[in-house]
């Protein structure tokens, strides 16, 4: 039977959904806030929130703008064992963030030496933290400081006069103007509404002269058998862990049938050529916090949970054991310790990260990047849930694995679960001056240095794909830069041309090749950054320039006032 629907039907309708929108237009129309200000710093990242403090502390009204509910991005956000590099190349309010941070813990940082470790990366030790008490300080400094903070301010678009910025308008119907705008996001959102030039492709070796951009496969974490029996620390001679090494694995759901298919996981796209350019970010994860208190909150999989999904897991657990390994929960993620028994847990060869599930997050709007986050936060609790539960997992992982919940005192508006996705690598802008690792690797040498770099090249997976009859993971690299200590950060480096705008900085998705940004990327060099760009917005008001034309001496001169490290010298 079909039903008819009288004509008068669409009438009434079409009238119901006018008066609708003439209501909701005339609501934000009525509610709808502009704000004035002198300086604007979008995205309230660790970055975001020195930006704002700087720019206040120089006299300036500063707003500082967060699309989502938290302060500090994964510096409060999960990422507790900070990637620190070299702590003498740290300096302004970053050394003064993590000095009052762990002085909460009644600890005392070493500044005037270099990081000690135990054959791995400068990561965690004394720098190690909980992620309340990041997202405290973060909270105490911008209010000590009388910063305006928004939250829930997703940006909708940007409004120009020729060259430089007037406003941000927000998808609630609110405006903020402002003299100077500093893009702290992790995604470059402010800058690409600006209409700045941007890349998502790693660009190629021959590009720039590089030798690690574009396809790579390192001979590192090439798939085969007989790896080294790690230390007590997990690692092998050499600093290589056993949460990253590669075995071959076969690829399809029968082993050795290609036209069974392929298991779930790896992406069906051919190896291509090394050093050749090809788009791809880097693989994102969830930076869990995990406890074994007596309050701990289960680790609950998702709706949908399938063991299936991570039979490749099982491939590498049977291949491990084959290998002689006496398999404990650092296979799978390398966990730091933190204060009041909890662990910042990292990613592995199977671990957190999601290769391929971040390539559309750049580009994505905000209720796809929710949609993105979710499914990196259901494929871990399956994951997790995997190694606590099933049989194929050795009975030491899994009982290790049982051990560990989320904490009832950290993340409660998300139960626990970290409310910040890793964006590891976004867009990048490009500008006069494009950081190579040339500059990462001490050829060449950054004029109107803004602050230093100094962690290694470590670029995670882009892709887990077929080469040679076994997964892959392309795009993985992890070395050091050739010996050379830390590099200069180019002022150049986080501005637009003059021509795309001429108020903008940009200071996590800076003008940096993907193997330069691979080094260049830990949050306190975002921290760095972040001081002095807002350092420069100040004297850019003041002197009524564009930011292109900022006398440098100036700036440097405030910046060593201000404690910014900018030249390394080093020490015997």
């Known amino acids: 039977m079909v039903m008819k629907v009288h004509p008068s039907f669409f009438v009434m309708y079409f009238q119901y959904m006018l008066i609708v929108l003439l209501i909701t237009t005339f609501h934000q129309q009525t509610f709808a806030r502009v704000y004035e200000y002198d300086v604007c710093i979008y995205g309230g990242t660790s970055g975001g929130v020195v930006a704002a403090v700087q720019a206040s502390r120089m006299g300036k009204h500063v707003i500082l703008a967060e699309p989502g509910r938290h302060l500090g991005g994964m510096t409060s956000g999960g990422l507790s064992a900070v990637d620190i590099g070299d702590p003498r190349s740290v300096g302004g309010i970053a050394r003064e963030y993590f000095t009052r941070l762990v002085g909460k813990y009644g600890k005392k940082l070493e500044w005037d030496r270099p990081f000690q470790n135990?054959?791995?990366?400068?990561?965690?030790?004394?720098?190690?933290?909980?992620?309340?008490?990041?997202?405290?300080?973060?909270?105490?400094?911008?209010?000590?400081?009388?910063?305006t903070v928004l939250r829930d301010a997703k940006l909708a678009s940007v409004t120009k006069n020729s060259p430089r910025i007037t406003a941000i308008n927000l998808e609630n119907g609110d405006t903020i103007r402002a003299k100077m705008f500093i893009d702290c996001t992790y995604e470059g959102d402010l800058m690409a509404k600006a209409g700045v030039s941007f890349t998502l492709m790693r660009e190629g070796n021959d590009k720039y002269g590089e030798s690690l951009n574009g396809i790579q496969y390192d001979a590192k974490y090439k798939p085969r058998s007989g790896h080294l029996v790690p230390l007590a620390n997990g690692r092998v001679i050499g600093g290589q862990g056993v949460w990253d090494r590669d075995f071959p694995l076969d690829p399809y759901v029968i082993v050795g049938r290609p036209e069974s298919g392929l298991l779930p996981l790896i992406e069906l796209e051919g190896p291509g050529k090394p050093g050749d350019p090809a788009p791809g970010v880097q693989a994102y994860c969830f930076r869990l916090c995990l406890t074994t208190a007596s309050d701990r909150l289960p680790i609950v999989p998702p709706a949908d949970y399938d063991p299936k999904q991570y039979e490749i897991v099982g491939r590498f657990i049977q291949a491990c054991l084959h290998n002689g390994d006496d398999m404990d929960l650092r296979w799978f993620t390398k966990h730091d310790p933190l204060p009041n028994n909890k662990w910042d847990f990292n990613t592995a060869t199977f671990g957190s990260n999601l290769p391929g599930a971040?390539?559309?997050?750049?580009?994505?709007?905000?209720?796809?990047?929710?949609?993105?986050?979710?499914?990196?936060?259901?494929?871990?609790?399956?994951?997790?849930?995997?190694?606590?539960?099933?049989?194929?997992?050795?009975?030491?992982?899994?009982?290790?694995?049982?051990?560990?919940?989320?904490?009832?005192?950290e993340f409660p508006e998300t139960g626990g679960w970290p409310h910040q996705l890793y964006i590891r690598e976004a867009r990048r802008m490009v500008s006069d001056l494009v950081m190579t690792e040339h500059h990462t690797f001490g050829r060449k040498i950054a004029t109107k240095s803004i602050g230093l770099g100094s962690y290694g090249t470590d670029v995670h997976e882009i892709r887990r794909i077929i080469k040679d009859g076994s997964v892959c993971r392309e795009g993985k690299l992890a070395s050091s830069r050739g010996g050379f200590g830390p590099y200069n950060i180019g002022y150049d480096a986080i501005v637009p041309f003059q021509s795309e705008c001429e108020n903008l900085f940009v200071t996590f998705a800076l003008s940096a090749s993907h193997?330069?940004?691979?080094?260049?990327?830990?949050?306190?060099?975002?921290?760095?950054?972040?001081?002095?760009?807002?350092?420069?917005?100040?004297?850019?008001?003041?002197?009524?320039?564009?930011?292109?034309?900022?006398?440098?001496?100036?700036?440097?001169?405030?910046?060593?006032?201000?404690?910014?490290v900018l030249q390394w010298k080093p020490t015997k």
């Open 358 to 409: 971040s390539h559309a997050w750049p580009s994505a709007s905000y209720a796809e990047r929710e949609l993105i986050a979710k499914a990196h936060e259901n494929y871990h609790r399956g994951l997790l849930h995997f190694l606590a539960t099933d049989q194929r997992v050795p009975r030491k992982v899994r009982e290790d694995m049982q051990r560990f919940g989320l904490p009832s005192d």
């Open 118 to 147: 135990e054959g791995g990366p400068a990561t965690g030790g004394a720098y190690a933290i909980e992620p309340h008490q990041a997202e405290r300080v973060f909270n105490e400094m911008v209010a000590e400081a009388s910063v």
């Open 515 to 564: 193997t330069a940004f691979a080094s260049i990327r830990m949050e306190p060099v975002l921290m760095i950054t972040s001081q002095s760009a807002a350092t420069a917005a100040c004297l850019s008001i003041d002197e009524d320039l564009p930011v292109q034309s900022l006398d440098y001496e100036k700036l440097r001169s405030k910046l060593s006032a201000d404690g910014q």
